[in-house]
């Protein structure tokens, strides 16, 4: 049997599991601009990364929302579109890989994928947001508890 036209590494699991591992890496990767993983899985999530920040760059809405579900991660999304695309100056080849040496377990071949351009954001505005909106939830939950007590009480 050949192999023309099948793309993409299998990489020993179902179809379920390799997707949400790709999808943890890139959001790792978008999260922390840096990973160190397998030469192999550096090389496979390259292809749909640099996907989604062709996709980033152009903007929109559409191509928002088809990264929020590519990723999975509406944080690592909106990193990517909002800090991360207007700062990258260049058409194509967003992304480095560096040979790391090999892993002293099983001695597979490590790589560090990295941003070619040097990225600077700062995720305070995106933890504030988040405590904002954990705020604002519990002011909405202590009303509905007090009147939850309340009608309690009146029983």
Not at 56 to 63: D, I, Q, T, Y
């Amino acid at each position: 049997m050949h192999r023309h036209g099948y793309k993409g590494r299998k990489f020993g699991r179902e179809t379920d599991q390799r997707l949400a591992l790709t999808r943890g890496l890139m959001c790792s990767l978008i999260k922390y601009q840096t990973i160190t993983t397998t030469l192999a899985r550096a090389k496979e999530i390259r292809r749909s990364t640099e996907k989604l920040i062709t996709m980033a760059k152009k903007g929109g809405l559409h191509n928002r929302r088809l990264i929020i579900a590519r990723l999975n991660d509406l944080e690592a999304a909106t990193i990517l579109i909002d800090m991360i695309a207007p700062q990258i100056k260049r058409d194509s080849g967003y992304l480095r890989i560096e040979h790391a040496g090999y892993r002293r377990g099983d001695n597979s071949e490590m790589g560090t994928i990295s941003f070619v351009d040097d990225l600077s954001f700062d995720e305070a505005p995106i933890k504030e947001e988040k405590a904002e909106k954990a705020e604002k939830t519990v002011k909405a939950e202590k009303p509905a508890k007090a009147a939850k007590t309340a009608k309690k009480e009146d029983k």
